[in-house]
């Protein structure tokens, strides 16, 4: 795994959750970053969030580090602020850093008041055990509910030079990002400025961490962060930028199919394309809401292909068209045809769809060619027992 230069990274367990395991973690850029980031759209917003925010604007979109705490969300708290503030001032002295380059980020249990002592007192020890091999300790360290650390790596030549980008990511409930608790920062020694990677950011949510749904809530921590330090001293002119664009969306592409993998109690991942519809925004309004219906998670969950409740959560989503033109296939097999039943073989697709992954196509033929494609997953009783038991 090749990682991107100029960045250290360190863990360690501060108490914050009961589990003795890492909770803590440092992500530290040698030089400062340009950084951009985008953040939930919830109206419930936890303090780290809108510290985040301020801290981006008030630098200039300049990143040192970004300090992150899991087991506690610090989120709709008395002290939330002055606890975010505090982690940041800290860290700050320990790095000679302004505190405005200084991003924080948490997650984990919404309303419970969190010790910034436990934070600080663990911070020298964490700028002292900084080293440059830290990056998949980051990515266990901010699990929740996660079963595995998410992560990936991509490289990539410019005529300037080769570049690298690597991005880790948590979440495994709660999630349905708007900008779900989802968390992820990308990381990359190109050189660029803040707008560029905004530029570069935007496009590349909206056709991947937008693309997500595990149960259809979105969280109060949503964080998307991407950072760029220049220490491979390679400036990617314009021309180049798409490519780099695109780099950047299979990346982010790679880490949502392992949130929508790794979904609470989830045993299948789906896919579902949408063709036809009006324009690519209508796509995607059917694609989540094919993606949120309960009866269709169920329904994959044990490999019933019942096609009827596809097309009931397409009718639903708000946009028109017409299901006398609609066709639908799982696992790529035709079960609907023209809004009615196809011929198929029950058992055939009963097999297929046991499979760790799952597709649904749906196809409304005509002369739009509207499209989007959209990840989540399966809904078994697992989700029930996990956020059932969250907090005992």
């Not at 080769?162 to 979440?171: C, D, M, P, Q, S």
């Not at 991407?226 to 390679?234: K, T, Y």
Request: one cysteine or more; glycine letters at 8%.
């Amino acid at each position: 795994m090749r990682l991107p230069l100029g960045y250290r990274y360190a863990t360690c367990y501060a108490g914050i959750r009961q589990e003795r395991k890492d909770d803590l973690a440092l992500i530290v850029s040698d030089p400062a970053a340009s950084a951009a980031a985008m953040f939930t759209t919830n109206a419930v917003r936890a303090a780290p969030v809108k510290l985040s925010e301020q801290h981006l604007r008030a630098s200039g979109g300049k990143m040192r580090a970004v300090l992150i705490n899991a087991g506690n969300a610090n989120c709709a708290t008395r002290t939330g602020e002055r606890v975010a503030r505090e982690c940041c001032r800290t860290l700050a002295r320990l790095l000679r850093a302004p505190a405005n380059q200084i991003l924080p980020a948490s997650t984990g249990v919404i309303g419970a008041e969190l010790d910034a002592s436990l934070i600080t007192r663990r911070l020298p020890e964490l700028v002292a055990g900084l080293s440059e091999d830290g990056f998949e300790r980051v990515a266990r360290a901010i699990m929740t509910t996660d079963t595995t650390p998410k992560f990936a790596t991509a490289e990539a030549a410019f005529r300037g030079g080769h570049i690298r980008i690597a991005g880790l990511t948590k979440g495994a409930g709660m999630i349905q990002p708007n900008m779900a608790t989802m968390l992820a920062f990308v990381l990359t020694d190109a050189q660029m400025t803040p707008v560029e990677l905004w530029e570069a950011l935007t496009p590349a949510v909206e056709q991947t961490y937008h693309r997500l749904s595990v149960d259809g809530d979105t969280s109060t921590n949503d964080t998307i962060l991407l950072a760029a330090n220049g220490a491979s001293g390679v400036t990617l002119p314009r021309s180049e930028q798409k490519l780099f664009r695109e780099l950047l969306t299979r990346l982010l592409e790679d880490l949502v199919r392992k949130i929508a993998r790794d979904g609470e109690g989830a045993r299948r991942l789906i896919t579902i394309e949408v063709e036809g519809a009006l324009n690519d925004a209508a796509a995607a309004q059917i694609a989540r809401s094919i993606a949120n219906s309960p009866l269709v998670k169920t329904a994959v969950a044990g490999a019933d292909a019942n096609w009827g409740r596809i097309l009931m959560a397409a009718g639903k989503a708000g946009v028109p068209f017409d299901p006398a033109r609609t066709d639908i296939y799982v696992q790529g097999v035709a079960v609907c045809r023209s809004g009615v039943a196809a011929q198929f073989s029950e058992e055939e697709v009963e097999e297929k769809m046991r499979a760790p992954e799952c597709s649904i196509r749906l196809v409304i033929r005509g002369r739009h060619r509207g499209r989007a494609r959209f990840f989540t997953c399966d809904l078994t009783e697992d989700y029930i027992r996990i956020n059932a038991e969250y907090r005992t």
